[in-house]
């Protein structure tokens, strides 16, 4: 009933970009915060950027600063990541998260590979 669905993953070049979805469904998305987070191999699980549920983005973590965007579309109950200027170290796994007050919903994850 209560879904994350993460999409757009894949491998690309350094310097490409690439644009990460997930789609909600089974809850009332528009009363959640939304999250997009990352862990890479033997490391541990990372915040990349966060968007309130009305779309201000904050909380973005230093090192994708001015290269990454959060975006959602209540409308069609998706948070996007766009991912530019992609380094070898952005490599992980990117995952989605809504929180709420009373709650939080977790994504499986979609791999992002930036390797020549």
């Known amino acids: 009933q209560l879904q994350l669905v993460e999409s757009g993953g894949g491998l690309v070049q350094p310097g490409g970009s690439l644009r990460l979805s997930c789609v909600a469904s089974g809850f009332t998305f528009s009363t959640y915060f939304m999250r997009w987070y990352r862990q890479a191999p033997g490391k541990e699980r990372e915040l990349v950027a966060r968007i309130t549920n009305t779309g201000n983005p904050t909380n973005y973590l230093d090192s994708v600063k001015g290269r990454f965007t959060i975006s959602r579309d209540n409308a069609k109950n998706t948070v996007y990541l766009q991912m530019n200027s992609l380094k070898p170290e952005d490599t992980a796994v990117y995952y989605c998260?809504?929180?709420?007050?009373?709650?939080?919903?977790w994504g499986q994850g979609t791999q992002v590979t930036v390797s020549s």
């Open positions: 998260n809504a929180v709420r007050f009373d709650g939080t919903y």
